[in-house]
């Protein structure tokens, strides 16, 4: 769907010369909603405004749809940018026009019949929850529904692609989610694809399928968001989750647990599907293991159960170990993480 290949973005020229991206790949599928995320400076609003040739890559390749943008003719890109939309972090509206007139601004521009113009307005308007003030002025309405007029008119051409830079980052985390809410019902309804890109881990946690980490310029990970829970790779990854999910135990836990002699704590990672079977109980059914909870942390991501579980095993080692094979063998990851 949106392939980016090998993209290489300098400002500037000579001695003032900034390379914000330095060769990036990332190929996006239909449908999908992919997240991008860095601190500030990564290059990720110079990447995203590459997408749609807001910014023309210095070398490398924008694949949509099997066209490559960076070789169009200026009409052709014209053509190409309508089913690209995008939203911005702050809003973009024209200010001295209404509600009505901003979501029709691009619909005016692609030459709309006047029926069919005011037909799409108004589905738009009562699609983003705002047909009640169709007429107001985006001075007279809040962050959150101001940028539910930016989706609205993004969405007027009806795009296949829908670009977000940090479009929730001036809200308030109420309004986030429910612009989250919003992108992801778009997203399904219309099967459109989103990229998006932040600064918050949430955002991805909350919508996202995949996730590239960008720092300097540079993708350093790239994976669906539950593997990059699982196993973050970078300490940039690491930190970022580590925002929004503790997987580190509280200091001195390890000393402070008093065990029996031989017995093992063990971190148990469940991840989707597998967060639903019984293997506490199958423990103790199978293998008559007791094992304790000791520390644990769950949380969704997108709609599946990511979390674990630190508990103590005690047996003997014949018997421990066969126990954690079956653990492994239904899908929940076990690490002893301390013998006693
Ligand atoms: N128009 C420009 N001219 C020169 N340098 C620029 C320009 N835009 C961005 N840069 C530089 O490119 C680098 C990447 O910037 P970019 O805005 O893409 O980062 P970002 O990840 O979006 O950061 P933030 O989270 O702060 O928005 C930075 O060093 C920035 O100073
Ligand atoms: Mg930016």
Known sequence: MISIQNVVKTYGTGNSAVQAIKGVNIEVKRGEIFGVIGFSGAGKSSLIRCVNLLERPTSGSIVINDIDLVKLSPNELRKARRKIGMIFQHFNLLSSSTVYENVAAPLRLSRTPKDKLHKKVTELLELVGLSGRAQAYPSQLSGGQKQRVAIARALANEPEILLCDEATSALDPQTTDSILDLLL????????????????????????????????????????????????????????????????????????????????????????????NPVLAELTARYHLKPSILFGNITEIKDTTFGYLVVSLNGTPAVMDEALSFVASEGIEAEVIHHV
């Not at 019902?185 to 099967?191: A, E, H, Q, V």
């Not at 949430?202 to 350093?220: L, N, T």
């Open 185 to 276: 019902d778009i997203n399904r309804k219309y099967n459109l694809t989103i990229m998006l890109i932040t600064h918050e881990m949430h955002v991805v946690k909350k919508i996202c399928d995949r996730v590239a980490v960008m720092e300097d310029g540079q993708v350093v990970e790239m994976d669906s968001v539950l593997n990059l829970f699982a196993h973050p790779k970078t300490a940039t990854t690491k930190n970022f989750i580590s925002s929004i999910f503790d997987d580190s135990l509280p200091e001195g836990f390890l000393e402070r647990v008093q065990q029996e002699p031989g017995s093992r704590i063990v971190r148990l990672t469940f991840i989707g599907e597998s967060a639903r």
